[in-house]
């Protein structure tokens, strides 16, 4: 499978509100043109689409941390239903551990029942409960 990854534009944001199940999870564009989750405080870190063809398959979004915090966090992964178990979610995750190799990069978003995935992706779940790639 060879999915594209790129950041998420406004022009993609219809496509990319359309796909998840939880529709809180909503896209916008900040004044700024930045791609922010709709009711988020904080500025955006990353977004990311993930696309095969015309068709938008899921995305990753994160919100910065503090500089003195050390990592950045995966606040959201939204995949669309038809589209699971085709590694698009390895793909997202992938693209953001590329573009901060040097970052701990925690889940912020994440199931317990997902703890096997993040693991397969070299995640490990830390003392204080989080998903973490870094020891």
């Not at 669309?80 to 979610?89: K, W």
């Not at 390895?90 to 925690?106: S, W």
């Not at 997902?114 to 693991?119: K, M, P, Q, S, T």
Request: glycine share 8%; net charge negative.
């Amino acid at each position: 499978m060879t999915f594209d990854v790129r950041p998420i534009t406004a022009s993609d944001l219809h496509a990319a509100n359309a796909i998840g199940e939880e529709k809180q999870w909503k896209l916008i564009a900040a004044p700024s043109g930045a791609i922010c989750l709709a009711g988020e405080d904080r500025s955006p870190a990353f977004a990311y689409l993930c696309t095969e063809g015309d068709t938008v398959l899921g995305w990753v979004y994160g919100a910065c941390r503090p500089p003195e915090s050390g990592y950045i966090a995966v606040d959201r992964i939204i995949v669309a239903p038809q589209h699971r178990n085709r590694g698009v979610a390895r793909a997202l995750i992938a693209h953001v551990l590329a573009a901060f190799p040097d970052t701990e990069v925690l889940m912020a978003a994440w199931d317990h029942d997902l703890v096997a995935f993040y693991a397969a992706l070299g995640f490990h779940q830390a003392d204080d409960g989080t998903m973490t790639n870094k020891l």
